[in-house]
């Protein structure tokens, strides 16, 4: 099948759509490829929430489980594709009636329920492209995202249950549209029931909203290159970056991946434990399982409320088979120690996934016999953002395992370790991460701007895709997969740019100039460590330095508030004015500095700085 895949493409991909899609249209062309332009399936006609819904309740999965929720307090609700395909309609048709048409944009900032997903597919059943953001993030990111996409409404909720206290989503809102225009309505669903400010001529609750709503709603098909959803993610400038993805092709390629990745059985409870606001939430916690008519386990909450063993509990309780999460999540469960997962059998888990960054030799063995118990297969998963599926993974009970590499390419995928030149480096040594050919999920562009879509992926070398990480194959043919080689710092599994985090401290109105730059990690893969030059007249201090860290929580949310904030009196510059991060790095490590310095503007810059710690 790989090879058919790569040998020609057309036929894999046409057949695939055929088989694993419910069409309205079929289409007449597989692809179209101008580069940096791809169309998929062209002249079909679908729609993505028909095919997440509506065609299993001619099957005997109309009364299966599709979502198994379980809140952080422990209240558990389980819709089935037929109870699930209703709150969609309703909402579909609440939101047709608030007048939102094809096209329009729609921001989701909500907890990990239910609604977070039936809102996703309201959405895509009309066509309106959601921007889903993380409930994590700031009022200040919302406002910057909402802004870019110009999006009407706003769904959120009350608040969310995380570690036993209410994260007030709605607060974080109402602050943000106070500078977003464009917002005409906000839509807010009653989860953690705190008394929230409502704008009677703004807000509406979502429970009033589909009051009253018909349970069934006809979904219009649409072009298979209909825009589906904007997803922010950060780049290397300070400004994130507006990952557009499209309906056919996105979802031919997590159905596919559902299928071959996690082996999907009829009979799997599966668990993903990413959060809607990352992509892993998108393509598999609601698009891929949802159209591959899996059951789904989604969990609101902390891994450790209201104690360390909660993940353990779930899979028992719900007899979870399957178990897709991250390196750093497996880190703290390590570090939290085996007996909380020896609270619990764990015997329904057949199947282990991993996502996000690199996993470490020793948390993939730790993952292998204290989660698997030696009997489940872990998939390591490469992919992004960017590529929408997974690109590079083992497929489970075929292809040999080695702790720590993500194995084999997918379908239709052909990487390339390439040196500064554009030449494939020899196998076993390090180079930068291209893709070679255009892929059914790969983004279609950056919202709004598609010279930086452009100058970001598909200029580092014409032709290729790049990726941003550096890579190596070993003797056998499998990628290892170091990390970013850009200024893009993956902190817990979060993506989180430099430049982002370097404008927020640098908005404070203490400091001149700020670098940032990530130092390696035992729990989070890589900690954020900020080097930070203050104003002439401002007085170093403790206290402020907690307050820059408590400055960039406010500015991005919590999971950018730097983890070492350092005083410098400068930076170390090339004489372009260059920041030369690699410096800071070898100090942050607390190692000596290496390699070539005779760009230094100021050698006793350096000094200063190690003098300083
Ligand atoms: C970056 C993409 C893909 C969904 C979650 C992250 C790193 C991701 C792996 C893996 C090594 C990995 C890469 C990539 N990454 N999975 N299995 N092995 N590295 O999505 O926020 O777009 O981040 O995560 O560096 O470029 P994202």
Redesign the pocket.
Known sequence: MYAESVNTPEKFWGRQARELLDWRRPFKRVLSWKLPHAKWFEGGRINVSENCLDRHLKTARANKAAIIFEGEPGDVRTLTYRQLHQEVCRMASALEGLGLVRGDRAAIYMPMVPEAAIAMLACARLGVIHTVIFGGFSSEAIKDRVNDCQARVIITADGGWRRGRIVELKVNVDKAVQATPSVERVIVLKRTGQEVAMDPARDVWWHDLVAGQPASHAPKAFDSENPLYILY?SGSTGKPKGVLHTSAGYLLATVLTMKYVFDLKESDVYFCTADVG???GHSYVVYGPLAAGATILMYEGAPNHPEPDRFWQLVDRHSVTILYTAPTAIRAFMRWGDAYPARHSLASLRLLG??????NPEAWMWYYTVIGKKRCPIV???????TGAIMVTPIPGITPLKPGS?AIPFFGVVPKVLDENGKDVPRGSGGRLFLAKPWPSMLRTLWGDDERFMKQYWSELPGYYF???GARFDKDGYLW?V??IDDVL?VS???IGTAEVESAIVSHHSVAEAAVIGRPDDLKGQALVCFVTLKNDVEPSVALKEEIRAHVAREIGALARPDDVRFAAGLPKTRSGKIMRRILKEIAAGGAVKGDTTTLEDFTVVAMLQAEE
Not at 354 to 359: D, L, Q, T
Not at 380 to 386: N, S, V, Y
């Open positions: 993610t990352w992509v892993t991993s996502v996000g960054e690199p996993i390591d998963t490469w992919w992004q953002t960017e993500c990726a941003g990480d997969v990390g970013r993956n599994g979060h993506r």
